[in-house]
């Protein structure tokens, strides 16, 4: 399976504890992204990537989170002291390049806090 | 980047023809319009994308007219498995911006 990658698909986490969502883009894809997905709402954009630098950061996103994508591969998203409001499910895609290029989305990591 | 216009759901019987519109009034000289399709479950797939006229793919067509201010999805002959969202995202290619979704349309066949 050559697709975008998620791990783990659930998590569940009890309040205030932290958790650290993967995502394995497509291997030639210089672009990744986050975005977070609740119940009837379409995916809000948390953060970019091209290559390892972190482009833009949503303003929405507290300092719990913290996403990193070293040597430009892989990329980690990771929520510390989890509250509530955090379940939902966490969508990364990737690209080739940003603007019209098409992206391809992973099946995501559903988040429960309890 | 434009701000964009859909219905917030539709339905539709199966063997239609379904046409969701979207408004984009202030889309931009460079800016492109892209579809998107979101199963639940699953992260959202991209179905067409076009700047002008028409254009058509196995999946779907989408108008634009002159004016560009809106875009039209069509989807022919829907079935059961045609639920889903639809998003239409307008963004400038020249910029190389991230992608921003809207709350799309809700789409559900009836049988």
């Known amino acids: 399976d050559t697709g975008v990658s998620q791990d783990p698909r659930h998590k569940i986490t009890k309040r205030g504890q932290n958790v650290t969502f993967r995502c394995d883009p497509i291997s030639e894809h210089n672009r990744l992204y986050w975005y977070r997905q609740t119940l009837g709402q379409g995916p809000e954009f948390l953060t970019y990537?091209?290559?390892?630098?972190?482009?833009?950061k949503s303003r929405l996103l507290s300092d719990r989170f913290s996403a990193e994508r070293p040597k430009g591969s892989f990329s980690t998203l990771e929520i510390q002291r989890t509250e509530q409001g955090d379940s939902a499910m966490y969508l990364c895609a990737s690209s080739f390049g940003g603007g019209r290029t098409e992206a391809f989305f992973g099946q995501g990591t559903r988040l429960t806090v309890v | 980047l434009a701000k964009t216009t859909q219905p917030i759901s539709m339905d539709s019987y199966e063997g239609q023809e379904v046409n969701i519109t979207c408004s984009h009034n202030n889309i931009a000289t460079n800016d492109y319009i892209t579809w998107y399709q979101q199963f639940p479950s699953q992260g959202p797939r991209f179905i067409i994308q076009?700047?002008?006229t028409k254009v058509t793919n196995e999946v779907a067509s989408l108008f634009i007219p002159a004016d560009r201010k809106s875009s039209t999805l069509s989807l022919p002959r829907v079935s059961l498995s045609d639920t889903a969202v639809y998003y239409c995202?307008?963004?400038?290619?020249?910029?190389?911006?991230?992608?921003?979704f809207g709350k799309g349309t809700r789409l559900h066949i009836l049988p």
């Open positions: 990537f091209q290559n390892e630098a972190q482009l833009e």
């Open positions: 995202l307008v963004g400038d290619a020249n910029r190389d911006d991230k992608i921003i």
């Open positions: 076009g700047y002008k």
